[in-house]
């Protein structure tokens, strides 16, 4: 069994704001003029990161089915001209790397995720088989406008920051990912992101089946 | 007599960048446009480089040649004046 | 032998291959050896046009996506390479790693309207097709970041099989060129008319880009062999500058802060370095720098002039024709370049492996992203 103490957590789901509004919402959170080529989604995992304060010999592991969508949608409605900003924005993982440069924060382990039914189990797999004394569990999502028209993007917007430990001092809760081989409802376990969010958000505890033979368990102190 | 060619590259490079603190009168002729003046960096040249291929009918072949053009307003302006057709630029 | 930080222990690699333009991995390294170049000139927005750029398209693929892909019936030839098991079961994970996915569909569907190509648009599309095509189980974990991703891959699976929660591991990663991808760095200048010549010091930079796919089988160095002739990943490390989407520190910090720990545990022993060299200028300098700085004796090899940038699975790809180079006992050189080089340690012709003892592999991304594999005979 894998264990890790939560020690921090911060969440951010603005709703229907824009970006405009977030940029101006979180702007103490980032360096002056660091924030004119970021995305929502990089400006909210800067938010809920911002005093995590991540450090060099911390491991991030970010996990987002659809990353950086408005810049992949917008780079795609450049074309025959395509724009280098938005290409470069697109590619995840993005939003984290928007973040860490803005702080020009080297990170050692850096383990971006991406997926869908699966997603979340696997991301907090990587963070719970990290040596490192700290790992930050990150992810989130952007609304999309037109690829949401196709079910091809996030409908909604938002983004979360874990801090875990094997430490237990002051532990908020904590997280356990479980081997099974039971005959898995293999076809069934799932634990989309949205749903782990929600879960964050209301301190709500879980323990299900979150991809074939794994069970995770969210608990709280 | 100011040149209406460095003008309007000022004012393109407000509005490609999204300079929104900055008025395109605030950039000097010979200010360095990319690292220390307008602290631009290479991503800005770049996405620069797409407009004034779009506004000019220029091309600028690689990053090298890129870093070269951006060194200044005035060096753009230049740099464009040898490269587009007379009737691209003011 | 002392760890590098964060380094998990040795895992053993049992069985690897690749596809690139030239075939799989063996017929690959013949090529390169016989200094054959992938790379040709193809109109940068396929059927809609442009600059002539560089090129490495697998035989008959177009530029433009089709619905369903048309690299999927390609991988058949390298799925068939893999070990038959019960991939994706719970014991059995698969790691897939890739930069692109299936944006060409997506650019295909901007482009055409068609939905079809939405079926495989997203990156959880993308492998869920590759996933059925297989026939593998739902027990994929995917991971994305560049040009490092496969380096990704191969470390995450070394830690699951270490923690006893798989009983082998397959790590597959697969990249095909799109005018997404090839419009993008068109725009950043460095996809041009020009040939890649890694390491080379001229005036100006270029690359190729390549498709790429490629497959590792990793097991328990305690466990029987299921293979002959294995070899061990013996130390992996990584690092992220954080400095610059698409610059690197200009001290090469970055560069030796991925490799220094990777050097402390390959003391004593004779290497050849199969580096990124993706034949941009700054960073090209930078890595031959470095390397020539931590490991003075080992020649440097890239093969990106031929096969191009293979981007999320170079370093699986390259991995597999190292591999087929310690089996073939030949080291194909770097094709495309020619003196002078940023420093003395590039090799432009293929070499011998009888010299050496083990191969440094390097892969560099966005962000300065840096990872690095020793890998040794077992």
């Given at each position: ?64 089915v659809y990353g950086e969508t408005r810049a992949l949608e917008d780079y795609l409605t450049s074309f025959p001209t395509p724009s280098?900003?938005l290409f470069?924005t697109s590619i995840h ?23 869908q ?24 999502e952007e609304r999309g406008t037109w690829l949401l028209e196709h079910d091809a993007a996030s409908g ?66 | ?49 797409v407009?004034?291929?779009k ?36 | ?41 193809h109109p940068v927005l396929g059927r809609d046009g442009g ?6 398209l697998?035989?008959?693929r177009s530029l433009d996506e089709t619905a369903p892909p048309n690299w999927l019936a ?24 890739s930069?692109n996915f299936g944006v060409g569909s997506l650019y295909a569907f901007q482009r055409t309207r068609d939905p079809a190509h939405l079926a495989s648009g997203t990156p959880f599309a993308s492998v869920d097709r ?46 095909f060129v799109s005018p997404f991808v090839a419009g993008g760095?068109h725009a ?191």
């Open positions: 069994m894998l264990h890790r103490h939560i020690v921090a957590l911060r969440t951010d789901a603005p709703g229907a704001e824009d970006l405009a509004a977030t940029r101006e919402r979180l702007r103490d959170a980032f360096p002056r003029n660091a924030t004119r080529r970021m995305t929502q989604l990089g400006l909210l995992l800067g938010g809920v990161l911002h005093d995590l304060a991540p450090t060099e010999n911390d491991t991030v592991v970010y996990a987002s280098p900003t470069q993982p993005s939003g984290i790397q928007q973040v860490l440069i803005a702080r020009q924060q080297p990170i050692r382990q850096f383990f971006p995720h991406t997926g039914r699966h997603l979340l189990a696997h991301a907090v797999q990587s963070a719970l088989l990290s040596p490192s004394p700290r790992t930050l569990l990150c992810g989130g909604d917007t938002f983004a979360f920051a874990l801090a875990l430990s094997s430490d237990s001092a002051n532990a908020l809760g904590s997280l356990r990912l479980e081997q099974t081989t039971a005959a898995e409802s293999a076809l069934e376990a799932e634990l989309r992101l949205p749903r782990f969010f929600s879960a964050l958000v209301q301190r709500e505890p879980l323990s299900l089946p979150a991809a074939p033979g794994l069970i995770l368990t969210l608990s709280w102190n | 007599m100011s040149d209406p060619l460095r003008a309007q590259l000022k004012q393109l490079i407000v509005r490609t960048l999204k300079l929104d603190d900055l008025q395109p009168e605030d950039i000097g002729d010979d200010d360095p446009l990319i690292g220390s003046g307008l602290n631009l960096d290479s991503i800005d040249a770049l996405e620069l480089v407009t004034l291929e506004e000019f009918g220029i091309k600028i072949s690689s990053s090298e040649e890129s870093r070269a053009a951006l060194a200044s307003v005035a060096h753009l302006a230049d740099f464009v004046r040898s490269r587009a057709p007379a009737d691209r630029v003011a | 032998m002392p760890s590098a930080p964060f380094s998990p222990p040795p895992i053993r690699l049992t069985a690897t291959g690749c596809l690139t333009a030239l075939g799989d991995a063996a017929s690959t390294h013949a090529a390169l050896l016989s200094h054959q170049r992938a790379l040709q000139l600059d002539s750029v560089p090129l490495a697998l035989p008959q390609h991988l058949d030839t390298l799925g068939a390479q893999i070990p038959a098991a019960d991939w994706g079961s719970s014991r059995l994970p698969v790691f897939v790693t930069s590759i996933r059925q095509h297989f026939g593998w189980g739902a027990n994929v974990s995917i991971l994305s970041h560049a040009c490092v991703s496969a380096h990704l891959g191969l470390l995450l699976a070394t830690r699951t099989l270490h923690a006893g929660l798989a009983d082998r591991a397959l790590v597959f990663t697969f990249d760095f950043l200048k460095i996809l041009n008319s020009g040939f890649p010549a890694p390491y080379a010091a001229r005036d100006t930079g270029s690359i190729g880009l390549g498709d790429g796919a490629a497959f590792a089988v990793l097991e328990h160095p305690d466990a029987s062999p299921s293979a002959p002739n294995t070899f061990l990943l013996h130390a992996q490390s990584l690092y992220n500058e954080m400095h610059h989407f698409t610059a690197n520190r200009a001290d090469g910090s970055g560069f030796a802060a991925c490799l220094e720990p990777v050097a402390a545990a390959a003391r004593d022993q004779r290497l050849w370095i199969k580096g990124h060299g993706t034949g941009t200028l700054e960073a090209g300098r930078l890595e031959a720098e470095t390397l020539a700085h931590l490991f003075p004796a080992a020649p440097l090899v890239s093969w990106k002039g031929s096969l191009g940038h293979t981007l999320g699975s170079c370093g699986l790809v390259e991995l597999a024709l190292a591999v087929e180079s310690l089996r073939d006992g030949r080291v194909p050189g770097t094709i495309g370049s020619e003196p002078p080089f940023f420093r003395d340690n590039v090799a432009a012709e293929p070499f011998s492996t009888a010299a050496f003892d083990a191969v440094l592999l390097t892969s560099n991304a966005f962000g300065g992203a840096h990872a690095a594999t020793l890998l040794n005979p077992d």
